[in-house]
């Protein structure tokens, strides 16, 4: 299971140190990069998750590989949570950091499932759209899905607007089924 | 027959699909984080409502249960098998719900409302919310109409009425469910015509049965429908096979079931068989949301489990109707222990209880009845001025002759007044004793309790009693039914009844006694 709590506790942590210093930006992008790094690299995951290496080790390693990439608040972050010996939930802390900024910026992430490749002026109106619906700026992950048949799915955070096809297909079978409109 | 077209075809189809509105559909959803055990934590989910039925994959339903600040904890109402972490669960965005109609009578069906018949779909009218707060004090009434059970020991000195909660309480084996479905039988008498012109209304029931075997359910299926109590009988099963979750809302299920009878002005009969398994149910289900255990390992709501539950029980007040709940729930005790936790919780709840004895039941004494220790809180108030008149002197007859009984053994060593009492009581006891799927009407009752009450039985020997009542009985049907529907339409002995009744009883005394010296 996910540990949200960790993940919470250290990137709130995080997000008050680099509101303080006025370095958000910075800091989100340097901890994408690292998550991005464990992501891609097998090995740094089991290095990160292994409990057999010491922690001076794992720190050394760390500084090495991003010393030079990230700022000096992140790298001081990272060897914080290596003594801490939490550097397994990095991942999680990154991507409830990436939250938080959203958050603080008033940006909202929106998931957007399309059935075809949308042209560049549908993804604008479509930015528009969601910008003007949820009141906020608007940050579009777009990604197809030939399966909803047509139509739209978006998810902005738990909310769903299933305006697909497939949907209306499963409500019409669901509707035959009843033997009329459906009443539950 | 001839073919039909092919744009017949798409006609109709376009005239049933015209109805068919296409909006956008929204729904709030969260992802799996862990699943076992019957229990999921959902990711997200952040405007769950407490108790809020959800949506897994592949149809499977749950409820909301934990409200944490990171996570939903959901009970599931079906196989966890193939739902997996990371799958996504949708809200309903309604509280668990049953649904509850006319359609529902003579069908079992499962806590969640579906059929378990094999008998297709049923047509109900509306959604009925699980979970429901009980009527306050101004809405209601006092019991005041007798519900009938059929069993003379029962109607006779534990009198039950319609709203009353009376608990049936015993070991294992000692006729507990044997007693709820004869209640059940006895009903089919109220939707009679003869019932109506008597102003007696007809009574609606709803078997609950909570974590039996599957085979001991389709028995009882079986045995109502033989006796014609399916017609107005509606059966919710959450079997042993059924996951927790289920056995642990199947008895509300029944009450909103209940509930929809009484608030439509009509008249209904709740058994919860058996109420143990339920809480051992919620016990397991509390233990895996990680809430902390208390006595005997269940959560401290254990009470409120079974209050809020009976508390649904009532008579309404005329101005909404005055219909009637009724609540017979079953608790199994161990090794005769009434002091256990749970049946001391329910014991406090009820109006009553009804004590089923392992060594009454077993020296032949059927129904295992101890009417020392068993009450009816409502007593007299629901009993016909018929019943109350002979029954009274029934309850210290046997008193006294179980303060004697031990000393039945010195034979004729003792007084005149004390064998007298004592032959009486003996006598007593044996003509309470019933067969089972036999309730009895109530002016038979009374007919036989008369009798027993008023000496006539005394002399016959102990193992002609049962013979005697039957043959009296057969005399009154078939001699004397107008007496019979008299007692039955005045629902009480005027003084020329009783002396007919002397009369007649008299007669038949005499002539059963020769019968048997012969």
């Known amino acids: 299971m996910k540990n949200l709590q960790v993940a919470r506790r250290y990137a709130q942590a995080l997000m008050e140190m680099a509101d303080a210093a006025h370095t958000i930006e910075d800091t989100a992008r340097d901890l994408s990069s690292v998550a991005a790094a464990l992501k891609a690299s097998r090995e740094l995951r089991l290095l990160a998750g292994s409990p057999v290496v010491r922690p001076a080790r794992k720190e050394a ?45 008033g940006v909202v992430g929106v998931d957007v499932v399309a059935a075809v490749a949308l042209t560049a002026q549908q993804e604008q109106e479509l930015s528009r759209a969601l910008g003007r619906a949820t009141g906020k700026s608007v940050r579009v992950k777009l990604s197809v899905d030939p399966a909803i048949r047509g139509g739209l799915v978006v998810r902005v955070g738990d909310t769903v607007l299933d305006a697909s096809v497939r949907r209306q297909l499963e409500l019409l079978k669901a509707r035959f089924i009843a033997g009329g409109p459906s009443t539950n | 027959m001839s073919d039909v077209r092919p744009d017949e075809v798409s006609e109709i189809l376009r005239k049933q699909l015209a109805g068919f509105e296409k909006e956008v559909d929204i729904y709030d959803v969260g992802t799996v984080l862990q699943i076992g055990d019957g229990v999921a934590r959902v990711y997200g989910l952040t405007r769950a409502m407490m108790s809020e039925l959800v949506e897994f994959p592949h149809g499977v339903f749950g409820m909301v249960l934990n409200l944490e600040e990171d996570n939903v904890g959901c009970i599931l109402f079906g196989e966890s098998s193939e739902i ?12 668990a719900s049953m649904p509850v109609g006319d359609g529902m009578l003579g069908r079992v069906v499962n806590p969640l409302g579906q059929p378990i018949d094999g008998r297709g779909p049923v047509a109900t009218e509306k959604l009925a919310p699980i979970e429901r707060k009980a009527l306050g004090v101004i809405q209601r009434q006092p019991v005041k109409e007798p519900l009938q059970t059929g069993i003379k020991a029962v109607d006779g000195m534990i009198p039950i009425g319609r709203g009353q909660r009376e608990l049936i309480i015993g070991d294992r084996q000692t006729g507990k469910t044997a007693i709820a479905l004869d209640a059940i039988i006895n009903q089919r008498y109220t939707h009679s015509e003869k019932a109506k012109k008597e102003g007696i209304k007809p009574v609606y029931c709803i078997y609950v049965a909570v974590g039996q075997k599957s085979s001991t359910v389709a028995q009882v299926v079986d045995k109502l429908q033989q006796e014609g109590a399916m017609d107005y009988t509606t059966v919710i099963a959450a079997t042993a096979t059924d996951p927790a979750p289920m056995q642990f809302i199947a008895p509300y299920s029944g009450a909103a079931l209940g509930e929809f009878f009484r608030d439509s002005g009509r008249h209904a009969l709740v058994v919860y068989d058996d109420l143990t398994k339920q809480a051992q149910a919620y016990r397991q289900v509390s233990l895996l949301l990680r809430r902390p255990p208390g006595r005997e390992a269940y959560p401290g709501d254990i009470f409120y489990l079974h209050s809020r539950l009976l508390e649904r029980a009532s008579k309404l007040a005329d101005e909404l109707g005055g219909g009637s709940l009724t609540a017979l729930p079953v608790i199994e005790t161990q090794a005769g222990d009434v002091s256990a936790y749970i049946p001391t919780n329910v014991i406090s709840i009820t109006d009553g209880q009804i004590y089923l004895e392992p060594s009454m039941f077993n020296s032949g004494i059927r129904p295992a009845i101890n009417v020392g220790i068993s009450v009816s809180r409502v007593g007299g108030h629901a009993q016909i001025k018929a019943m109350k008149k002979v029954a009274g002197s029934l309850r210290i007859g046997l008193a006294q002759y179980r303060e004697l009984e031990a000393f039945a053994k010195f034979g004729s060593d003792l007084d005149k007044s004390t064998l007298a009492q004592l032959k009486r009581g003996s006598h007593l006891v044996e003509l309470l004793k019933q067969g089972q799927f036999v309730p009895m009407p109530v002016e038979k009752q009374v007919v036989a309790l008369f009798a027993g009450t008023n000496g006539f039985v005394d002399e016959i020997p102990l193992e002609q009693v049962a013979r005697y009542e039957r043959e009296l009985l057969e005399v009154m049907d078939l001699r004397h039914a107008d007496l019979l529907a008299q007692i039955s339409l005045t629902k009480d002995l005027s003084p020329e009844i009783t002396n007919s009744l002397k009369g007649i009883i008299t007669q038949f005394t005499e002539s059963f006694r020769a019968s048997v010296k012969a």
């Open chain 1, 61 to 105: 390693i760390f500084r090495e590989l991003f010393g030079k990439r990230v700022g000096k608040g992140t790298m001081d972050f990272l060897a914080f949570v290596i003594a801490r010996q939490r550097e397994v939930h990095l991942e999680e802390i990154a991507e409830h950091f990436a939250l938080l900024r959203d958050a603080k910026t």
């Open chain 2, 84 to 95: 997996s972490e990371g799958d996504t669960v949708r809200r309903t965005g309604r509280v």
